[in-house]
C-alpha cells in the first residue's frame, strides 16, 4: 500500500517534471517561431476555424439554459429585467471561457496527442531529428503559440453568442423583450468582467495544447499507445483548466481586479 | 604533416568502443566495439530482438549508451548537447524500418524538408534536386502524391531518396528489406550499392537478412548477446566455421546459446 502510494508520487513528479522541461524547451525555442510562421497559420486555422461549428452551438445552448435557469430563479424574487445583467455577468466571467477551453481543448488536445502519437510510433519524430529538423521548434511551438492565440479569438466568439443565444430565449420563451434584456445586460456590465474572463484564456490555450503535444510525445508503442495518450491528453487538459480557472479567478478577481 | 592527412584517411568514420545500454533490467548490448571505415559497408547481422536497431540508433544519437564511446570523425558523440548532434546529422542518413515518411506532406515534401531547413537554396534549385534524387530511386514520377497512396516498397525508396538528399558521408539502414518481397529486395539492395558507388558514402547496415547481407556488403559483423561475434567479408561469413555464425546463416541458431 505504502509502495503503491510512493510509486504514485514519484511517478507524479516524474511527469510534472517532464512537462517542465516540455515547457522550457519551448520557451528556448520562442525567437524561431518567425521561421515557422506556416506551420503556425496552418495550426491556427485547425484550431481556430476548425472549432468554430462546436464553439457556435455550445455557446447559443450554454446561452439559452442560463436564460432559462435565471428566469426560473428569479421568479417571485428579482424582477426580470435584470435577467441581462446575470446571463451577461455569467457568461463573460465563467461560462464563456470556461465551456469553450473545454469542448475546445477535448478537440484539441486529442488531435494533437493522436497525431504527434502516430508520429512517434511510426518513427517519424526520429526521421525528423535525423535531418536535423527538431521536432519542438517544428511541431510543438507552432502549436502551443496558435492555441494561446486562438482560444481568446474563440471565447470573445462564444461571449457574443451566449449573450445572443441567451436574449433569443428571453424573447420568445420568457417574454422579455430585446430592449429590456441589453438594458440589463449594460446596467451593471463591468468592462473588468470580459477582459478577466479572456485573461484566464491564454492559459486554457496553453494547457491545452501542451498536454496534447506533451502526451503526443510520450506515447508508447503501437496503436494502443496512440489511445492511451491521446485519453490521457482530454483528461488531464479537462482536469487542470478546470483546477486552474479557480486559481486564476483568485488572482485576476481577487487580487487584480479587486474591488 | 602530409604523413599526419595521409593517417586520418585510414582511421575509421565511426568508431564505437566498448559501449553497454540496458533497458528496464535487460542487457541490451554489453561491451560492443566495432569501427567502420571510410567509404565501405558494413552490414550487422544478428537474430531479430538482438539490439541491431538499438545499435543503430546510438550511432544516431537517437539514443544514448549507459557506457562506452562512439566516435565520429574522432569527436565523441555521447557527449554532443542538442545544438552539436543536430549539426552531426547534417552529415548523417538514415533509413527507418518503417520508412517513416511523414503523412502529412507529399512525395516531393518529404524529400525537400531537410533542403528547405537547413540550405537556404531557391524553390527551383531544391526542386530540382528533390527530382534528381526521386530520379536515383527511379520514382521522379510521385513527387505529388501522399505516402498512403505508395506501396510498402515505393515507401522505401523514397525515404532512401530522403536520407541521401543532403549528400551525407555516412548512410544508416535499419532492416532495408524486412517486409519487402524478394524482387523489391533486389530492387532495395541494388538501389544500395548503386548509391554506395555513385554518392561514396559510408553505410552501416542492420538487417537478419543474410541474402541481402551477401550482396550489399564489405564486411559482415554478426551482433549477438550485445558483442560484436565475428567480423569478415561476406565470402568469410559463407565458409565460417564459427559454431554463431554458421547457426545464423544456415537458420538453426540454438536459442539461448
New interface residues.
Given amino acids: 500500500m505504502f509502495f503503491l502510494i510512493g510509486r504514485f508520487i514519484v511517478d507524479f513528479l516524474e511527469e510534472a517534471g517532464a512537462v517542465g522541461l516540455l515547457i522550457l524547451r519551448v520557451f528556448r525555442r520562442l525567437p524561431k517561431l518567425p521561421r515557422n510562421l506556416r506551420s503556425l497559420f496552418k495550426q491556427m486555422e485547425r484550431i481556430g476555424v476548425g472549432s468554430i461549428p462546436l464553439v457556435l452551438v455550445t455557446s447559443l445552448f450554454v446561452g439559452a439554459v442560463t436564460a432559462v435557469q435565471a428566469a426560473y430563479q428569479f421568479h417571485g424574487y428579482v424582477p426580470l429585467q435584470y435577467l441581462g445583467a446575470v446571463v451577461g455577468k455569467t457568461v463573460t466571467l465563467e461560462l464563456g471561457p470556461v465551456l469553450t477551453a473545454l469542448v475546445v481543448g477535448g478537440r484539441v488536445s486529442a488531435a494533437m496527442a493522436a497525431?504527434l502519437g502516430t508520429?512517434k510510433v511510426?518513427?517519424?519524430l526520429?526521421?525528423?531529428?535525423?535531418?536535423?529538423?527538431?521536432p519542438v521548434e517544428y511541431l510543438v511551438l507552432p502549436r502551443i503559440v496558435a492555441a494561446v492565440i486562438m482560444l481568446p479569438v474563440l471565447t470573445v466568439f462564444s461571449d457574443f453568442l451566449a449573450i445572443l443565444g441567451g436574449m433569443a430565449v428571453a424573447k420568445f420563451s420568457i417574454g422579455i423583450s430585446y430592449n429590456i434584456f441589453a438594458d440589463g445586460l449594460k446596467l451593471l456590465f463591468r468592462y473588468q468582467d470580459v477582459v478577466g474572463g479572456l485573461m484566464k484564456t491564454f492559459f486554457f490555450g496553453f494547457i491545452i495544447s501542451l498536454m496534447g503535444c506533451y502526451y503526443g510525445f510520450a506515447t508508447k508503442e503501437g496503436a494502443e499507445g496512440v489511445g492511451l495518450s491521446t485519453m490521457k491528453a482530454v483528461v488531464s487538459s479537462c482536469l487542470l483548466i478546470l483546477v486552474s480557472n479557480y486559481l486564476l479567478a483568485t488572482i485576476i478577481f481577487r487580487i487584480i481586479f479587486a474591488v | 604533416m602530409t604523413d599526419n592527412s595521409k593517417n586520418t584517411e585510414s582511421r575509421p568514420v565511426i568508431r564505437i568502443v566498448n559501449i553497454s545500454k540496458t533497458f528496464e533490467g535487460q542487457r541490451v548490448l554489453t561491451g560492443l566495439d566495432l569501427d567502420v571505415l571510410r567509404g565501405e559497408t558494413v552490414v550487422v547481422i544478428g537474430r531479430s530482438g538482438c539490439g541491431k536497431s538499438v545499435l543503430l540508433r546510438n550511432i544516431a544519437g537517437l539514443m544514448k549508451p549507459d557506457s562506452g564511446e562512439i566516435y565520429f570523425e574522432n569527436e565523441d558523440i555521447t557527449k554532443f548537447n542538442t545544438r552539436k548532434l543536430f549539426k552531426m546529422r547534417m552529415h548523417f542518413g538514415m533509413l527507418f524500418q518503417g520508412s517513416a515518411l511523414f503523412d502529412s506532406m507529399t512525395v516531393g515534401e518529404n524529400v525537400a524538408l531537410a533542403l528547405v531547413k537547413h540550405t537556404g537554396l531557391d524553390i527551383d534549385r531544391i526542386n530540382r534536386i528533390v527530382t534528381e534524387k526521386l530520379d536515383l530511386v527511379g520514382l521522379a514520377d510521385v513527387t505529388e502524391k501522399y505516402p498512403s497512396e505508395l506501396s510498402g516498397g515505393m515507401k522505401k525508396r523514397v525515404a532512401l531518396a530522403r536520407a541521401v538528399v543532403m549528400d551525407p558521408e555516412v548512410v544508416l539502414y535499419d532492416e532495408p528489406t524486412t517486409g519487402l518481397d524478394p524482387v523489391m529486395s533486389g530492387v532495395i539492395n541494388r538501389l544500395i550499392v548503386n548509391l554506395q558507388k555513385e554518392l561514396e558514402i559510408t553505410s552501416i547496415i542492420v538487417t537478419h537478412d543474410i541474402k541481402s547481407a551477401y550482396i550489399v556488403g564489405d564486411r559482415i559483423a554478426m551482433l549477438h548477446d550485445g558483442k560484436i561475434v565475428y567480423e569478415g567479408t561476406p565470402r568469410q561469413v559463407e565458409n565460417s566455421d564459427n559454431p554463431l555464425v554458421k547457426g545464423f546463416v544456415e537458420g538453426n541458431l540454438q536459442i539461448g546459446t
Avoid at chain 1, 526520429?126 to 527538431?134: G, L, R, S, Y
Fill in positions: 497525431e508520429m511510426t518513427e517519424q526520429d526521421a525528423m531529428e535525423m535531418i536535423a529538423v527538431d
